[in-house]
């Protein structure tokens, strides 16, 4: 067993495959102020401002560094579906991306909450929400990934519904608050190693 160094400026994570193949049994959707409205071919500024706000704390980066013409592939394919969770004034709180473009499977691509709901069993409405509409004629796999840069809690919720895990892998990336995608003092719980070469816009 042996230790494989991780570049300063890189991030490290384990991530974690889990699957259903067979639907749950209906349960009844959990009361909730909030409520999910379908982004049809979002604008990808709002799209990318909902996922930055929900994803910083766990260095949600990919959408973000995406050319606008890429990113717009995949949020205006008619097989992605992007739903906000939204509050009674109507602001954006969360986000739900289910993608359907491969036959027979539904991936949730994004599920989260901003951070200030977190830890208040809103989790608990939203991933009903999101097996309610991924589980549809014609889908027999339904899956997600969780890393461990994610909240520690996440792994056990996704286990807790139902999935099961099938495979774990490492992905290494720039880390994100280097490059200016990110703000310094996004995802605290991850160390900020390489501190001396972080450009002005990401302080």
């Known amino acids: 067993m042996g230790l494989s160094p991780v570049p300063a400026d890189q991030v490290a994570t384990v991530v974690t495959t889990l699957e259903m193949r067979v639907r749950p049994p209906l349960r009844p959707i959990p009361p909730s102020r909030f409520r999910l409205k379908r982004w049809t071919a979002p604008d990808v500024d709002r799209y990318r401002t909902l996922f930055r706000r929900v994803g ?3 260095l949600w980066y990919s ?3 995406m050319s606008d013409a890429a990113l717009a592939a995949i949020v205006h394919d008619p097989g992605v579906e992007v739903h906000a969770a939204v509050d ?9 991306e289910l993608d359907l473009r491969h036959a027979g499977e539904c991936e949730l691509s994004y599920v989260g909450l901003v951070p200030e709901l977190a830890g208040q069993g809103h989790g608990r409405w939203l991933m009903a929400e999101a097996l309610a509409r991924a589980w549809r004629p014609g889908v027999a796999r339904l899956w997600v990934h969780t890393c ?8 056990g919720f ?4 139902g999935f099961v895990a099938i495979r774990r892998t490492l992905e290494t990336f720039a880390d994100p608050r280097l490059i200016g995608v990110l703000p310094a003092d996004a995802a605290p719980h991850v160390p900020l190693l390489a ?3 972080a450009p002005d816009s990401a302080r």
């Open 56 to 58: 910083a704390p766990w």
């Open 63 to 65: 959408r973000l560094v």
């Open 88 to 96: 009674p004034a109507g602001i954006e709180i969360g986000m739900l």
């Open 148 to 155: 461990t840069l994610d909240h520690p809690g996440a792994l």
């Open 158 to 161: 996704y286990r807790r519904q």
């Open 195 to 197: 501190r001396g070469s």
